[in-house]
């Protein structure tokens, strides 16, 4: 669990306030994304997600900062990372040595973690300037969109004693960031059971289980009828969505994109496509 940061005072939390106001004056609406960011592996591989993550950075404005909610960082209760150096962390085992070597030196912005604690008030945010930093659900992803490491990063956890509701209407408070050139990143994967890989297929994308993709679709039909009630009670909509979603860290990213999509907002699904059997690289893109 993520500790919270020394207090430092009201007026230093009053500047740094005032100076992300000014520096994140209002802009253009920024969209939000949901990256399914699928295996490390992709962090230092080329294939065709790798490559959509990059084409859909050429539709967005380059953003001020960047908040990503990842699948690997659990909390009970709500924490944003506050440090002014994230640190890139390995939080995976069994991958080459190339991989271990990736350093993503994003700056943080404890500004935007205050910004971000302020404007969430159905809950308590703490704000964590030591014990995390990016993790390779940011980092694995990001690094593509922003190679040259020059957009402030932080992340949000997730309060892994919450219903996906709760996630759903903490979500919607993040809003007025978009106007502020924030760009709000989701990522996790909607399809995702581990235990059910399929070993014969890991270097085949395409493969995938009935019960992957009838859940898959299922998913992709709600979201482009924005009709997110269903996607919110996912333990409720039958046994292919119980395998694809065997405990919910990795969808729960999904449900805070998708409760940023305002009414005329327009949504594009992209790097549809399955690994391994179980796992689904589904991505979206709202605004």
Known sequence: MAAAIPATGAAYKLNALHNFSKDLSATEKMPVLF?????????????????????????IHKPT????????????????TAME??????????????????????PGSPELALETQRIITTTQVGLDDHEWGLDHGSWSVIKHLYPAADVPVIQMS??????????????????????KGVLIVGSGNNVHNLRRISWAHMNSVGYAFDWATEANEQMKSYILDHNHQPLIDFRNQGSAWDLAIPTPEHYLPMIYALALQEKEETIKIFNEGAVAGSLMMTSLKIG
């Open 85 to 106: 150096a994230p640190a890139t962390i390995h939080d995976f085992g069994g991958f080459p040595q190339a991989l271990f070597d990736v350093q993503y030196p994003a």
């Open 158 to 179: 997730i309060d892994y004693s919450k219903p996906a509701s709760y996630h759903y209407a903490l979500a919607k408070e993040l809003a007025s960031l978009r106007q």
């Open 35 to 59: 990256l399914g960011h699928g295996s490390p592996m992709n962090a230092i591989e080329e294939n065709q997600f790798v490559k959509g993550f990059r084409d859909i950075e050429k539709e």
């Open 65 to 80: 900062a960047i908040l990503v909610i990842s699948a690997h960082w659990e909390t009970r209760g709500t924490f944003v």
